[in-house]
């Protein structure tokens, strides 16, 4: 065992990589901790209970400017607190945990003697969605710059329809047709039209991804949004 308190214990017990299990006290003290850290961030478990939660925390770091205020929240009331962490890992790299947090009491309508944390490792996926969501900028940029026109002819592009077909539909010339498509290949930077496609497709992909919202379950912490920053990843 590794804390000598039942206060201290998962109410699930098999926690594995990219999740691990910790319990708090007071303010910032680690009294218990899942084996599982030691896969997602390198620390022997048996070394934590005792330690400050705030020595793992990266120091300015965004994403813990609101630690004071969390650590301060009164949980009594069964509220819980989902939220972002930047912490290092035992080699000194920065990675992302999603945390929830809630508190347990020794009896019903006691006072909150502990905290207990579910943690995730969600680098990866922020990363990825900070860099899908940076390139769609990038693509809707691009189409924001087209005349309403050249919308047009891009919609039936990605649609596969040919030069001629396009001017029929639109009612101009195929010379028509073919300046658009020029100039819609300039504004997304394409050298060929299957690039033209591909981009286009891309962006229609990207958007639909981001509409999912099903990406990640992270995007519901209470400070998501400094994640995904410039000056976060």
Request: negative net charge.
């Amino acid at each position: 065992m590794i804390s000598d308190s039942t206060l201290d214990w998962p109410r699930a017990t098999d926690f594995v990589d990219p999740y691990f299990f910790f319990s708090s006290r007071g303010l910032t003290e680690v009294t218990f901790v899942s084996p599982s850290v030691e896969s997602v961030l390198g620390y022997d478990p048996k070394g934590i209970p005792g330690l400050s939660y705030n020595q793992f925390l990266c120091q300015g770091d965004p994403l813990n400017d609101d630690v004071p205020e969390c650590q301060q929240a009164d949980l009594s009331d069964g509220s819980s607190i989902y939220a972002l962490r930047g912490v290092l890992d035992s080699v000194g790299n920065r990675r992302i945990l999603s945390i929830y947090t809630v508190g347990v009491s020794e009896y019903e309508g006691g006072p909150i003697v502990r905290r207990h944390n579910i943690a995730k490792d969600v680098t990866e996926s922020v990363k990825t969605h900070t860099r899908l969501m940076a390139r769609l900028q990038t693509l809707e940029h691009a189409a924001r710059q087209m005349t309403r026109q050249e919308r047009e002819v891009a919609e039936r592009i990605l649609q596969g329809k040919m030069n001629r077909d396009i001017a029929k539909e639109l009612r101009v010339s195929d010379r028509t047709v073919e300046r658009r498509r020029a100039a819609i290949m300039k504004h997304l930077d394409a050298a060929t039209t299957p690039e033209l496609v591909s981009k286009l497709v891309e962006r229609d992909m990207l958007r639909t991804w981001t509409d999912s919202a099903c990406d990640a379950q992270w995007q519901s912490a209470r400070n998501s949004h400094l994640a995904i920053s410039d000056h976060a990843i």
